[in-house]
């Protein structure tokens, strides 16, 4: 009988919009009324989880950062796995021979080397790579609802060791280009260094913790910790920062119509995608099945 749903977000809990569908938030309550603790696998952090789940009344536990961070329904933080300063500065070195944008992932804000003018070049390139068309002008990027957003989140430092000022831990660093195989290069390449995991939630990106932080081992040791065992999971998820939870063995492991090809073929299921509320379908699935085995 599955007793916990762990869902990632982009791309499975969130439409395409980057909101959380009435249909799927009411799916989340029948679960939660019939017992079931309902959990979020994100690569955001927890301002990030915040943001798409403040218009909700979803209370939840959070696994954030890729598994970074660990909080508890009262957003308490229960644990912290950050990428030490000095690996932080041996994946910049790594980096600076390819024109790639690097973003230092906190539990606060998100930093970024370079001037004011290099930063807000920066943001521009993002949102134009991830949230809207390529074609747009960078004035109406500039004026955007999503420049505004990550503009307040972002802070700017003049070199890697400025991070220990900032006394924040560092939980990912994010990688992005508009190069496809450029990206897969550098990921093969940190994925050499065992001290680290590389994995991407974007086909333009590539994220880099440290490599006890990831999504299926730290879910495994937390649900463990609650007294829940493997078989009574459910884990969803469409990217391939979902890998290491799809692959595990949870009781159900559900790929997203939507997800990319590894991940369909490690999930023992597939639901409907993200847009047409594949995790709300899911839901309903599990709780037919409970309803059966308690017959």
Do not use: W
Not at 6 to 17: H, I, K
Not at 164 to 190: R, S, W
Not at 263 to 275: D, G, H, M
Request: aromatic share 8%; hydrophobic share 40%.
């Amino acid at each position: 009988m599955i007793k916990v749903i762990a869902s990632d977000m982009d791309g499975t809990l969130l439409g395409d919009d980057h909101k959380i569908a009435p249909e799927t938030q009411v799916a989340i309550k029948r679960a939660c009324d019939a017992g079931i603790r309902f959990m979020v696998a994100t690569g955001r952090n927890f301002r990030g989880a915040m943001d798409a789940l403040k218009d909700t009344d979803i209370t939840c536990d959070y696994i954030l950062s890729s598994g970074a961070e660990v909080r508890n329904p009262q957003r308490e933080v229960v644990k912290r796995t950050p990428i030490p300063i000095d690996l932080c500065e041996e994946v910049y070195e790594e980096l600076k021979e390819y024109p790639v944008s690097v973003i230092f992932f906190t539990d606060r804000y998100d930093y970024r080397l370079g001037t004011k003018k290099e930063i807000e070049e920066g943001i521009i390139r993002q949102i134009r790579l991830f949230h809207m068309d390529k074609n747009d002008s960078d004035e109406k990027i500039r004026n955007s609802a999503q420049f505004l957003q990550i503009a307040g989140n972002t802070r700017g430092i003049s070199d890697i060791r400025s991070l220990e000022e900032c006394e924040t831990p560092v939980y990912k660093i994010f990688i992005f280009a508009g190069d496809v195989d450029m990206l897969q290069e550098i990921g093969e390449k940190l994925g050499q260094n065992p001290e680290l995991a590389v994995a991407s939630s974007f086909i333009l990106n590539q994220e880099v913790t440290e490599v006890r932080a990831q999504k299926g081992p730290v879910l495994k040791e937390y649900i463990e910790s609650l007294g829940y065992t493997m078989d009574e999971v459910m884990v969803l998820g469409d990217s391939l920062n979902d890998y290491s939870m799809i692959s595990m063995d949870f009781g159900a492991t559900v790929a997203m119509g939507n997800a990319v090809p590894e991940i369909k073929e490690a999930a023992k299921y597939i639901t409907k995608s993200n847009n047409e509320f594949g995790v709300a379908y899911a839901i309903d699935q599990v709780l037919i099945a409970n309803k059966n085995s308690c017959a």
